[in-house]
């Protein structure tokens, strides 16, 4: 137990995980649990500035940090290019939906500078993952179980680090963040216990990497476009849509209502006879 104990001590957090690059020249622990990005530093000296109806951005990719690549065979090079696309295209689309961002080309002048750069990026073992899930059956122990034990069959991790400069090239800020995605279920105890579903998303190359980074996508165009990290992101991206069965109630009554509802009758004129007066009798 005290070896146990030891180990997990010496464990490294998820900030120790970020490699300290010359990309990023910052690493800074947000203080904030709740934060998106695991180091978050700001030029605090620089005086705020009145904001742009449209801020101006530059997008640039940056692989000369990743670490690891030239240990990665032909056919894993590849699969990291094809990474490094998505990266590109995801950013691409969410600065250019924020209505609040303008997107422009690397030659501008009066454009504030988003650099982003990949510093890790493990996938997780396709193999591993479908034996978690349990294809088939094993006898372990004496007793029929579904599929084999994988300890290590986890989802893999990425790594990222951002920084932002202003067109005179000063930085403003410095951002990073390291994602594990955890170990998938499989089994153990039980008699025909069934495994957890493997994610579809997972059975591809870096598919939680890609996941990882449609969120990372949306977190920065809200960061850019408001200085800060909003709780909701979908205001800052796309208009809300009413949802349909908002828009059917407004128009068609509830049935039972309208079988319900009175309806009074229409009030008639009242009936008047005509005023006949009778002779007066004679004088005795």
Not at 152 to 172: E, N
């Amino acid at each position: 137990m005290a070896a146990v104990l030891l180990v997990s001590c010496a464990a490294p957090s998820e900030f120790e995980q970020i490699p300290a690059t010359p990309f990023t020249t910052h690493l800074k622990k947000n203080s904030k649990e709740d934060a998106p990005f695991l180091s978050h530093w700001e030029d605090e000296t620089k005086p705020n500035e009145p904001a742009a109806e449209r801020r101006r951005v530059c997008l640039k990719l940056n692989n000369d940090y990743f670490q690891g690549e030239e240990q990665l065979d032909k056919s894993e090079k590849k699969k990291l290019a094809k990474l490094r696309n998505y990266l590109g295209r995801t950013l691409r689309k969410e600065l250019r939906r924020n209505p609040k961002l303008r997107l422009v080309s690397a030659s501008a002048e009066d454009a504030d500078v988003l650099e982003v750069a990949l510093l890790r990026a493990e996938d997780a073992n396709t193999a591993k993952l479908l034996l978690a899930q349990g294809a088939g059956k094993m006898v372990a122990g004496g007793m029929l179980t579904d599929g084999l034990v994988t300890n290590d069959a986890d989802k893999g991790s990425v790594c990222m680090a951002a920084k932002v400069s202003a067109p005179d090239g000063t930085l403003l800020a410095e951002l990073a963040d390291f994602e594990y995605g955890g170990k998938e279920q499989g089994i153990t105890d039980g008699l025909l216990s069934a495994a957890a579903p493997v994610d579809p998303n997972l059975l591809i190359p870096y598919g939680y990497q890609r996941k990882t980074i449609d969120k990372w996508a949306k977190e920065l165009s809200a960061y850019l476009a408001t200085g800060t990290f909003p709780t909701s992101l979908i205001p800052t991206t796309l208009p809300k849509i009413p949802k349909p069965a908002d828009v059917v109630s407004k128009v068609v009554p509830n049935p039972a209502d309208v079988v319900n509802k009175v309806v009074p009758s229409p009030a008639l004129p009242e009936a008047k006879l005509p005023d006949v007066s009778l002779p007066a009798a004679p004088e005795s």
